[in-house]
C-alpha cells in the first residue's frame, strides 16, 4: 500500500506560507483539531476536503496526492552523469518519466551514425557551431540559437558540418523505455 503522506505535505506548504492553524480554520471551515489530525496523518480527509485544502493553500489538488517520487528532482552539475555514442560526448542533465534531457558535444564532423528511429519525440536546441539535421526527406542546416523537432519513428540523422565543436542540447519524450538512443 502507498503511503502519500499528505498531512506532512499540508503542514510544510502552510507553514512555507506563514499561515497560522487559525487562518487554515477560518479560510476552510475546518477546525482546529481537524487539521492538525490532517496535519499529524492521524486521519485521511475526503477529495472534496483535500480540495478545499488545497485551493485555501494555493496549491493544485494533484500536488497533494503525489508520492515523495514524482516530485521535483534536482540533479546537480557535479552529479550528472556522461558518456559517449558514436564519437559523440554525452552529459545527461535529468530525466523524469519518459523524458530525457542532455547536451551532446559533436567533434568537427562526428554524427550521430547511421539515420536512426525510435519510438518518440525529439526536441533539439543549438547552444554551439553548425550542424545538418535530416529527417526523411527534409534536410536543413542549423546554426546557434536555431531548434528543431521531429517525430523520433522517421529515421533522422545529425551531423557537425563545421568548422569546430557543435554542442546541442536534446530532449527527447518516449512512452517506451529507450535504449541505446543516445
Same mark, same amino acid.
Given at each position: 500500500m502507498i503511503k %502519500?503522506? *499528505?498531512?506532512?505535505? /499540508?503542514?510544510?506548504?502552510?507553514?512555507?506560507?506563514?499561515?497560522? /492553524?487559525a487562518q487554515m480554520c477560518d479560510g476552510t471551515g475546518l477546525s482546529k483539531g481537524f487539521i492538525s489530525n490532517v496535519e499529524n496523518n492521524n486521519t485521511s480527509p475526503s477529495i472534496n476536503t483535500l480540495s478545499t485544502i488545497?485551493?485555501?493553500?494555493?496549491?493544485? +489538488?494533484?500536488? +497533494? +496526492?503525489?508520492?515523495?517520487?514524482?516530485?521535483?528532482r534536482v540533479v546537480r552539475k557535479d552529479e550528472r552523469t556522461n558518456s559517449s555514442f558514436h564519437n559523440l560526448k554525452i552529459e545527461h +542533465?535529468? @530525466?523524469?518519466? =519518459? %523524458?530525457?534531457?542532455?547536451? $551532446?558535444e559533436f567533434p568537427p564532423?562526428?554524427? *550521430?551514425?547511421?539515420?536512426? @528511429?525510435h519510438e518518440g519525440e525529439e526536441c533539439h536546441l543549438v547552444l554551439e557551431g553548425k550542424i545538418l539535421a535530416e529527417q526523411g526527406e527534409d534536410s536543413f542546416i542549423v546554426e546557434e540559437g536555431? @531548434?528543431? @523537432?521531429?517525430?523520433?519513428? $522517421?529515421?533522422?540523422?545529425?551531423?557537425? *558540418?563545421?568548422? =569546430?565543436?557543435? $554542442? $546541442?542540447?536534446?530532449s527527447i519524450y518516449s512512452d517506451t523505455e529507450l535504449k541505446d538512443v543516445l
Open positions: %502519500l503522506d *499528505i498531512g506532512t505535505k /499540508i503542514r510544510a506548504i502552510r507553514n512555507r506560507k506563514k499561515i497560522t /492553524i488545497a485551493e485555501f493553500l494555493g496549491v493544485p +489538488l494533484p500536488y +497533494l +496526492l503525489l508520492e515523495k517520487k514524482q516530485h521535483m +542533465l535529468a @530525466s523524469k518519466g =519518459g %523524458l530525457r534531457t542532455m547536451i $551532446v564532423g562526428a554524427s *550521430i551514425g547511421e539515420p536512426n @528511429s536555431d @531548434s528543431f @523537432s521531429w517525430n523520433a519513428s $522517421v529515421p533522422h540523422f545529425v551531423k557537425n *558540418i563545421g568548422d =569546430g565543436k557543435a $554542442v $546541442v542540447f536534446i
